[in-house]
């Protein structure tokens, strides 16, 4: 959680295994106010949402991952509010918590499926959540330590 809080810039999206717990302790211990809008999630958890992504006919368009193919970062006055701060490579104050491509099947919970890059074709593309699965176990897993019995 503070690693997410100690960017200069809040990065628009967190994929991990554990989306939804990340999302419940940060948007708790920030009044709500990180992961926003739809607490984290691509879209609205409406009825009619939550039928179209059950019969896997949901998707989400966002357009601020079209504006981050541009070489221009935005400028302007920068926000005093930072959980309001618009990110100058997208334009957007939107955050999200999404469940990488190992996990984000594994959802019991309906609403967690809006969490899923299956819905957003555009990010799916830009996300390669499977390279950095693999990456992060490999560093994790090799650094170990093993402290020998006296």
């Known amino acids: 959680m503070d690693g997410l809080l100690s960017f200069k810039h809040f990065p628009i999206c967190y994929t991990s295994d554990v989306a939804g717990q990340v999302d419940f302790h940060i948007n708790n211990h920030k009044?709500?106010?990180?992961?926003?809008?739809?607490?984290?999630?691509?879209?609205?958890?409406?009825?009619?949402?939550?039928?179209?992504?059950?019969?896997?006919?949901?998707?989400?368009?966002?357009?601020?991952?079209?504006?981050?193919?541009s070489p221009f970062l935005l400028e302007g006055m920068p926000d005093n509010d930072r959980m309001s701060a618009r990110h100058p490579a997208t334009g957007t104050c939107e955050r999200y918590s999404l469940y990488d491509r190992f996990h984000q099947k594994n959802q019991k919970r309906p609403e967690e499926k809006?969490?899923?890059?299956?819905?957003?074709?555009?990010?799916?593309?830009?996300?390669?959540?499977?390279?950095?699965?693999?990456?992060?176990?490999?560093?994790?897993?090799?650094?170990?330590?093993?402290?020998?019995?006296?």
């Not at 106010?33 to 409406?46: I, K, P, T």
């Not at 992504?53 to 966002?62: F, P, T, Y």
């Not at 693999?134 to 330590?145: A, D, G, R, T, Y």
């Open 31 to 69: 009044k709500q106010l990180y992961f926003q809008s739809h607490d984290g999630r691509l879209c609205a958890a409406s009825s009619d949402n939550m039928k179209l992504v059950a019969n896997k006919e949901l998707e989400v368009d966002l357009q601020w991952v079209k504006n981050s193919r």
């Open 114 to 150: 809006l969490r899923s890059l299956n819905i957003c074709p555009t990010l799916r593309r830009d996300m390669n959540s499977a390279v950095a699965e693999q990456f992060n176990h490999k560093n994790f897993s090799s650094k170990v330590l093993i402290v020998p019995d006296e």
